[in-house]
């Protein structure tokens, strides 16, 4: 480490933790680097345009001209309240209407100049060209690059601080070179490439387990960006025709929580001698995934060990790992070979697209079918990094979130997909987005004057609508992203005039009407329901919400939405001014827990007291303890 100094390669090196008088290492070269150390850390507080924003949001919660009832019926607003990003020469497309959030086509201008104001572009291309954003870690921030397909010229950006050959390794605080660029592509296609022979072997059963059988049961152990960015995608592509078809006669499974019911649930019906386990950790050190993969090793050995099988053979055969730490995972006893890296400039809930996804999904599904899963990301990614502002679709959402958290002050967001395939995908963007931009600090360490982060939630459309929607429509305002489809996974028509799909799809165009207009007392009136019910049935509307709407939830659209809600939680960082990509946040509980367990194991094995919590925690953890003690004394 070179100490957080400068590296003299042009990329921003400097830790928030460091006072701003050390300008002095600040980048050089290129657009980005033109920025000073206080412009490379601006918050949106910082500039006047929050306090434009801030007016205009005034008006907001006052004039009723600007009730989303009278916003909505001007047309020519909401024509222009609208983006669409287009492929294969229109037939795919991927449409934005955001008339029904409570902006106006000036308040949008404001956002743009509040993004100009903060240096958004400038941030973005410091992140597209491999800068060291994520700066309390000193990483790069490239996901972007799993995408890059083969060919890409990648010549104008940097390459991963490990230097040209390494697949892994930490930043170490050194800077990307230009000329390295294509060589860090090359060892993500190498990656890919070995991910594509080991699936493919797997698949068609020249890799086998210890007794000789196929391996066509995949669990893949591994716990928050390990695990629930593979597992919305497994789900969306359940029931797409061509994955489905890819992935007849296997199965895919999650283990993620250490709860040992979650081991029982995922291994119960499974055959050892046909299940292959995947260890996804970049660290290989997180508790709950380590205990989980040494209870899953316990299982395989119990079944399989026996005078001809030796217990490393079962788990050189029968596991292996995902990791940017092959030491640990060597350690563990997997081989060497069947270690699948991927590197620090990939974060944990950005790692989709790299082995951490790949693997599990290939296994599954095929690499082929990856490729197209990785293509639409790419093309999500390319629009991030060259559309327009105001045809940029992460953008524009990252934008409208900002607005409505920190101006309008509703600091929860609904992800509400039409599509029951992308059950898993609002609890995927939870972490990406809360793991990311809840933070108290801005870059340079100073406090933030408003909250950041939203708390996100979704569950499919219509199933939410029986559940959490009465808060939506008359308790709280909960801006809303609607995601729906023109075209069903599994089309269906029970009746000849309105297929099941267009059943569901009703819902998805009645339900943000129903929150932006509400309904008056006046209207109620009008329906001759009777004065005691009345005040019961008003709805304010005035909610806002997005509606996006694609052709149809393929491969490449899933790699597409992954993409988009990806830059948008980045786009909402860079506004606010903090560093959406490190996650201290998690470490105080974990520290925590550490100390807990240690002391539940003095207690249970030395009788040892537990010592140095406050009362409440000493008199549960004693409950706790006591209980075990008396069902040993009942047994
Ligand atoms: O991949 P690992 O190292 O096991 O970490 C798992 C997860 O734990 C976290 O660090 C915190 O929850 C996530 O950011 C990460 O994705």
């Known amino acids: ?34 920025m000073s150390y206080a412009q490379w850390t601006l918050k949106c507080t910082d500039v006047p345009q929050f306090d434009a924003l801030e007016a205009a949001a005034a008006s907001f919660r006052t004039d009723d001209k600007l009730h989303l009832r009278n916003l909505c019926n001007d047309s020519a607003r909401c024509a222009g309240l609208t983006a669409v990003h287009m492929n294969e020469g229109g037939r795919r497309r991927l449409h934005l209407d955001y008339s029904r959030q409570q902006v106006t086509g000036e308040v949008m201008e404001l956002l743009y100049d509040l993004a100009d104001a903060v240096n958004f572009h400038d941030r973005r291309e410091a992140m597209r060209r491999g800068a060291l954003i994520n700066s309390t870690e ?16 990648f010549s104008i950006y940097g390459t991963p601080i490990n230097g040209s050959s390494a697949h ?23 990656v890919q490439e070995k991910i594509e022979r080991f699936s493919n072997k797997v698949r068609s059963g020249e890799i086998r387990g210890v007794t000789g059988k196929r391996l066509k049961n995949f669990v893949c152990i591994g716990i928050g960006g390990s695990q629930l960015g593979a597992e919305f995608v497994h789900e969306a592509f359940r029931a797409d025709p061509r994955a489905a078809k890819a992935a007849q006669g296997r199965t895919l499974r999650f283990l993620a929580n250490v709860d040992p019911v979650d081991f029982y649930l995922t291994t119960k019906d499974l055959d050892p001698a046909e299940t292959l386990i995947i ?17 899953v090793r316990k299982w395989l050995d119990d079944s399989l060990a026996s005078i001809s099988i030796k217990q490393a053979d079962i788990t050189a055969k029968h596991m292996i790992a995902v990791s940017s730490n092959p030491d640990l995972c060597k350690k563990f006893g997997i081989l060497e070979q069947n270690v699948f890296g991927f590197w620090d400039w990939v974060g944990g809930r950005f790692s989709v697209c790299s082995a951490v996804g790949l693997v599990p999904l290939s296994l599954q599904f095929s690499f082929e079918v990856m490729e197209e899963f990785l293509a639409g990301a790419h093309d ?27 101006f309008l002050g509703y600091g929860t967001r609904a992800l509400l997909p039409y599509a029951q395939a992308l059950r898993r995908f609002p609890a995927h963007i939870q972490q990406v987005d809360m793991e990311s931009n809840g933070k108290s600090v801005a870059l340079d360490g100073t406090p933030l004057l408003h909250e950041s982060g939203e708390i996100l939630f979704g569950e499919p459309g219509t199933n939410g609508q029986h559940s959490f929607y009465q808060c939506l429509h008359q308790g709280r305002v909960v801006p809303a992203d609607f995601i729906g489809f023109m075209e069903s996974q599994q089309p269906f028509a029970l009746e000849k005039e309105v297929a099941n799909h267009d059943e569901l799809m009703s819902n998805f165009f009645a339900q943000p009407d129903a929150l932006a207009y ?64 490190d996650q201290f946040g998690v470490e105080l ?25 406050n009362g409440s925690t000493t008199s549960l953890l004693e409950l706790y303890l006591n209980h075990g003690k008396m069902m040993e004394h009942e047994e």
């Open 1 to 34: 480490n070179n100490g957080n100094s400068s590296n003299n390669k042009g990329f921003i090196s400097r830790p928030a933790f460091l006072p701003k008088e050390h300008t002095k290492d600040i980048p050089k070269t290129g657009d980005f680097d033109r």
């Open 518 to 581: 509400g309904k008056t007392l006046v209207d109620l009136i009008q329906e001759g329901v009777p004065a005691p019910l009345r005040q019961h049935m008003v709805f304010a509307g005035n909610r806002p919400s997005s509606s996006i709407l694609m052709t149809k939830l393929d491969v490449f659209a899933v790699g597409q939405l992954l993409a988009l809600y990806e830059h948008r939680t980045a786009v909402q960082g860079f506004i606010w001014g903090i560093n959406s990509f």
């Open 138 to 153: 000193e990483r790069a921030v490239m996901h972007h690059v799993l995408r890059m397909p083969r060919g890409y010229d």
């Open 589 to 613: 509980g974990k520290v925590m827990a550490k100390n807990v367990r240690t002391q539940i194991t003095a207690a249970r094995l030395r009788g040892v007291s537990v010592q140095g919590f």
């Open 168 to 190: 892994y390794g930490r930043a170490a605080g050194r800077g990307f070179q230009k000329s390295e660029g294509n060589v860090l592509l090359q060892n993500v296609h190498r």
């Open 279 to 295: 260890v996804a950790s970049k660290t290989f050190s997180t508790a709950e995934t380590m205990l989980n993969a040494r209870t």
């Open 380 to 406: 999500i990614d390319e629009h991030f990094f060259n559309a327009p502002p105001r045809d940029n679709i992460p953008v524009i959402l990252g934008l409208l979130g900002v607005w409505n958290s920190t």
